[in-house]
């Protein structure tokens, strides 16, 4: 059974809109989400973070928000540009310390 | 730096061929981890390793599947048989650290190796 989960295999934005990519958990015990972004033919990498001690993270475009009663987190990217489409990985930190994976949302940001 | 490479970028097989995928992780990192990406299942953590020493291999999906670290700069990945529904991106990653630690010490990935079989 999948612990995160990004229910949206894809997402289509336009240019200069917001994107808003989602990310449910079941796990209440994860504390630490990270995003990674990956295009076609490289490995993924890190985008950004977020502790549970906070609902809210940003990075220039790039917001990270956490609902921690709701298991749900979201990435907004605003605005949107064509570099930004690429595939968009949620991942949280288990009690291990590790790594748990999403199965990845692909943003395609339109002219 | 180089980052972590990998090889092959590409490996086109037949079924029941033997498959050695090779990682060679960034320098001074002390942990690396071998992920498989599918369109159904997403990123799969297969095996990691932390000081060249397998610490969690509960990911790997088959005993067709092992992996070795003979040293800190050199790990590979081998499919024997390898089967048509091995097929996949496999990657690499390497961080400092075994854990992903608070304040984003994160892994960094490998351009990852396309496996093919046939």
């Known amino acids: 059974d999948q612990q995160v989960k990004q229910n949206s295999p894809s997402l289509s934005v336009q240019e200069g809109r917001i994107s808003i990519l989602n990310c449910d958990y079941t796990?209440?015990?994860?504390?630490?989400f990270l995003w990674y972004k990956k295009y076609p033919a490289e490995g993924p990498t890190f985008l950004i973070s977020?502790?549970?001690i906070k609902d809210k993270n940003e990075d220039g475009r790039f917001t990270v928000f956490l609902n921690k009663s709701a298991k749900h987190l979201s990435l907004h990217i605003v605005p949107s540009q064509p570099g930004d489409s690429a595939v968009y990985f949620c991942?949280?930190?288990?009690?291990?310390?590790?790594?748990?994976w999403g199965a990845g949302t692909k943003l395609i940001i339109k002219p | 730096d180089a980052g972590v490479i990998q090889s092959p970028r590409h490996e086109v097989t037949e079924m029941g061929q033997e498959v050695t995928l090779r990682c060679k992780p960034i320098?001074?990192?002390?942990?690396l981890f071998w992920y498989r990406q599918t369109m159904m299942r997403g990123l799969e953590l297969l095996i990691y390793?932390?000081?060249?020493?397998?610490?969690?291999d509960s990911g790997m999906p088959e005993d067709r599947f092992s992996a070795k670290m003979p040293n800190a700069s050199f790990s590979t990945l081998k499919i024997q048989p390898s089967e048509p529904r091995d097929s996949a991106v496999y990657f690499c990653?390497?961080?400092?650290?075994?854990?992903?630690?608070?304040?984003?010490?994160?892994?960094?990935f490998g351009p990852g190796t396309r496996l093919t079989v046939l």
């Open positions: 990653a390497s961080s400092l650290n075994p854990t992903a630690l608070a304040g984003g010490d994160t892994q960094y």
């Open positions: 320098s001074g990192h002390n942990s």
């Open positions: 390793f932390n000081n060249n020493v397998p610490i969690d």
């Open positions: 796990n209440s015990m994860f504390d630490y």
């Open positions: 977020i502790s549970s």
């Open positions: 991942a949280a930190i288990d009690s291990n310390y590790q790594l748990i």
